[in-house]
């Protein structure tokens, strides 16, 4: 990961994975701006506590791809997909930290 917005849970990560195309060689993807990070909210001792990830530069974090468009649902709205995309890196979530 590059960088990391608390506030705004928000993250800057170059993907470790290189992609393949026929005839080329493996190159790196694009870094990913503004990739959304999830947190947890949960109950503790009968008191509803919401926890944000602490991520670190150069921490190696889980991406997952929504299967479908997800820019038009971000703000909490049910929304039909404005965009055919699907399983795209446009579309990760960071879930966690594998590794720091």
């Known amino acids: 990961m590059e960088s990391y917005d608390q506030s705004r849970r928000r993250a800057t990560v170059q993907p470790l994975i290189m992609q393949k195309v026929m005839g080329k060689p493996p190159t790196p993807h694009a870094v990913m701006t503004d990739v959304p990070v999830m947190f947890q909210r949960f109950e503790v001792d009968g008191v509803e506590k ?33 965009s055919r995309r699907r399983h795209s890196l446009t579309d990760a979530v960071v879930v966690g930290v594998i590794t720091s």
């Open 50 to 82: 919401e926890y944000i990830p602490i991520l670190k530069t150069g921490d190696v974090v889980l991406l997952v791809c929504s299967e479908r468009a997800m820019d038009q649902s971000l703000n909490g709205a049910m929304a039909f997909p404005d």
